[in-house]
């Protein structure tokens, strides 16, 4: 039987998560919670007074669900007073009208190969010429081209225009980057050109977070000076720094196949790394010493907030710096027994004091899932196995001293590796679902992967770090004693340099050879629903409670969940199997159209240059993977596709005075659906050929009544993204305006038609 007064807040936080997440996911129309969760505040006070009076169970159990009911409606007020768009002043409020407005860069810079991208927080904007105070996060991008400098934290811009609505997903199954932003209270979009912005001054919100950029910077720049091979400084910043844009994609994908990407990010492993050398360090030359657990405690805290500091307090730092913390005083306290309560009352903290919209963060529910998986797993994990006794029972009293140490040695060294596996193991276990849920992929190489690379990356994140510290020293004491400096004091910083790019060397070679020896191990385009996740968790949670119980009724319970979970899963085969669509999709200056039956699809790119990987991967691959779709096929310039396609050249096309020759029109019939697609201008005295979907491509120039006489007066006209913005503005109130039904699928997203023989 579990005490729960000895755990609260395993109580507290799961209560405080289902506040916070109905309201994300529910609560768009609900009116102000506050007095609601004063009310229920006052009532389960007098609850629980009452019921400590009264000493009866049946009281205590009634003040104790009340009091968890009042947490949950204490979660959903904290979020919804959290939400900058409900503000009278926010941004939305002016929609259009803004002419003109004043904002701060309040977050981080991402350098891409192309662009700038950072958030500013507006401060003012200007209505009817007049400047009214507003709020508003507003992600915005700017060439990177010369002449356009690098944003700094702090800036205050003044920018000409009005930003946009966040766009939802344009594509089918895409990820929803408006709902991404939204959780970061960011409802706005802009790109930015060099001539329609002006940098004001200097104002950060924050001077803490601008001083910790700065040194982050600085410390980056160390890195950039001393390690000379591109993809080795680029791991070297990111292990020990958080920096990753200079990371290339080739690097990025190997890690991600290994199921390493946790390395490259600065959070709970660096933390951890710096605080147990540090507690390693003080025990042996000063565990005796009169208050060490008081003292030492303080100096970790001081070492990893320091830390946290120096890294750019990054929100990823920051989440692991606060759990290290709690769990440090935890232990100067005597509650280390009570680690679930204390990582509880850290994820409380975070949530109610920082941000409640940590909770769709996938950073923070990978790591706090993580670390309660590893602590109560990994020492379960590793009962299964006693390695060291194993070994050890092979010595004999009569073999020689040299054997007797080689059984104890092989011993310990196989009771570590197994201690690694055990942890590798359980951290698998709480991750698996958001894994398939967020990355679409599970990597079975994680074992060997992580096995090596994290006590490589481990050992590398120790000498980077001496590499900071000892350049910190020598430029200290060049600064004090300038008669010293020289090139014989730099020496020693270049030794620690070479052994840090060493190492890292070391480190990449072995996830690029575990990538390319066991590419076939991970499990690509792999769908489940936000339910589905659910029943995964519920699954191994009873089985866990079977496993740490043996009670059968936990076993059907289990076995409820799976059926359940392999019921959703029939039941959205069942959906997709009989869907028939044509797609135009929106991918940007390009044309792709997509034709679906079922799982099966063939994409047609009608210009001759096929798409790209990364256009495949972030447009296509998510509506692949929605609809378990696993050998689509592709065609460019309709060469080689199965759609019946004829192509009518316009009578003009011959005349050879004319400047603008007309082009083709390509008609494709598939399943009933007549779709005709025009790239030029086409005359009047073209074939007539009434279809459906008439798709206009590059600016295609024609009339409406073009349009009416050629190819029908109900034909639904579609923009597709190879069209130009100012192009689409003109010939969209044309069409209209002669009764015509059009899509532009640059602002409205995908178009989408289902042909007549699949509606019969």
Request: glycine fraction near 6%; proline fraction near 5%; hydrophobic fraction near 50%.
């Amino acid at each position: 039987m579990i005490t729960w007064a000895t755990f609260p807040f395993v109580r507290y936080t799961p209560a405080l998560i289902t506040g916070i997440v109905a309201y994300l996911y529910l609560g768009e129309g609900w009116p102000e919670l506050w007095p609601y969760a004063a009310a229920l505040a006052v009532l389960a006070a007098l609850l629980i007074f009452w019921a400590v009076r009264q000493r009866a169970p049946a009281a205590t159990d009634a003040a104790g669900t009340l009091a968890l009911l009042t947490i949950v409606v204490f979660g959903a007020t904290l979020t919804q007073r959290a939400t900058e768009s409900r503000r009278a002043d926010h941004l939305f409020r002016f929609a259009d009208q803004v002419e003109c407005y004043q904002a701060v860069v309040d977050d981080g810079i991402v350098v891409r190969p192309a662009t700038y991208a950072t958030t500013l927080r507006v401060r003012a904007v200007r209505v009817a010429g007049r400047w009214r105070r507003a709020t508003g996060g507003v992600r915005v991008s700017l060439p990177r081209v010369e002449g356009v400098a690098q944003p700094r934290y702090g800036e205050v811009w003044l920018i000409r225009g009005h930003p946009d609505a966040s766009k939802p997903p344009l594509n089918p199954g895409e990820f929803d980057y408006r709902r991404y932003l939204e959780y970061r209270q960011v409802y706005h979009q802009q790109f930015i050109h060099p001539d329609q912005y002006r940098v004001l001054g200097l104002d950060p919100p924050s001077l803490l977070v601008a001083a910790s950029m700065r040194a982050a910077a600085q410390l980056d720049g160390v890195f950039r000076h001393y390690i000379k091979a591109k993809r080795e400084y680029a791991i070297a910043s990111a292990l020990v720094l958080g920096i990753k844009d200079d990371v290339d994609t080739v690097t990025k994908q190997a890690y991600t196949n290994t199921g390493t990407t946790h390395i490259m990010a600065v959070s709970g492993l660096q933390v951890g790394l710096l605080f147990a050398a540090m507690s390693l360090v003080l025990q042996r030359l000063f565990g005796r010493v009169r208050g060490f657990r008081i003292w030492s405690a303080l100096l970790g805290l001081a070492v990893i907030w320091s830390y946290a500091f120096l890294t750019g307090l990054s929100a990823s730092v920051l989440r692991a710096t606060v759990m290290f913390t709690f769990v440090i005083v935890g232990r100067v306290w005597g509650r280390q027994d009570s680690i679930f309560n204390t990582l509880g009352v850290a994820a409380f903290a975070l949530l109610v004091f920082w941000n409640p919209f940590l909770v769709a963060d996938v950073g923070f529910q990978l790591s706090f899932l993580a670390v309660l998986s590893i602590v109560y797993l990994q020492p379960r994990i590793a009962r299964w196995l006693d390695v060291e006794a194993y070994f050890y029972a092979r010595r004999r009293p009569w073999q020689p001293r040299l054997v007797q140490w080689g059984w104890h040695g092989t011993g310990w060294f196989l009771d570590k590796v197994w201690q690694a596996v055990a942890l590798s193991l359980a951290a698998q276990v709480a991750t698996f679902g958001l894994g398939l849920y967020y990355f679409h992929q599970f990597p079975f190489s994680f074992l060997v992967s992580n096995l090596v690379a994290v006590p490589i990356s481990s050992g590398a994140v120790y000498v980077g770090l001496l590499l900071l510290v000892v350049k910190g020293m020598t430029a200290a004491l060049a600064a004090v004693l300038p008669a010293v400096a020289g090139l014989w004091l730099d020496l020693l910083p270049k030794g620690v340099a070479w052994v840090f790019e060493q190492a890292v060397w070391l480190f990449n070679e072995y996830i690029f050879l575990v990538s390319r020896l066991m590419a076939n191990w991970v499990v690509r385009e792999i769908h489940v629903s936000a339910l589905q996740t659910v029943l995964l968790f519920g699954l191994i949670g009873t089985l866990l409670a079977w496993a740490n119980t043996r009670r059968l009724a936990w076993l059907s319970w289990a076995t409820a969940v799976l059926l359940v979970y392999v019921g959703s899963r029939v039941a959205e085969a069942r959906a997709v199997a009989p869907t028939e669509e044509f797609i135009v999709y929106s991918i940007p200056r390009r044309s792709a159209v997509g034709f679906w039956q079922g799982a099966a699809v063939e994409f047609v790119t009608p210009d001759s240059v096929p798409l790209t990987e990364t256009e495949r991967t972030y447009r296509l691959l998510p509506g692949l993977i929605q609809r378990q779709a696993r050998h689509p096929a592709y065609a460019v310039g309709w060469r080689g596709t199965t759609i019946p396609v004829q192509r009518l050249a316009d009578p003009d096309s011959a005349t050879e005075k004319l400047f603008f020759k007309p082009g083709p029109v390509v008609l494709a019939h598939w399943r009933g659906l007549r779709i005709g697609f025009v790239s030029n201008r086409i005359s009047s005295a073209t074939q007539s050929v009434p279809v459906d979907v008439l798709v206009l491509r590059r600016n295609a120039r024609l009339k409406p009544e073009t349009v009416a006489a050629v190819f029908g007066p109900r034909v639904r006209v579609v923009f597709d993204s190879s069209c130009k913005t100012w192009y689409v503005a003109r010939q969209d109130s044309s069409l209209r305006a002669h009764g015509f039904q059009t899509w532009d699928v640059t602002a409205q997203g995908a178009f989408r038609c289902r042909p007549p023989l699949a509606l019969q």
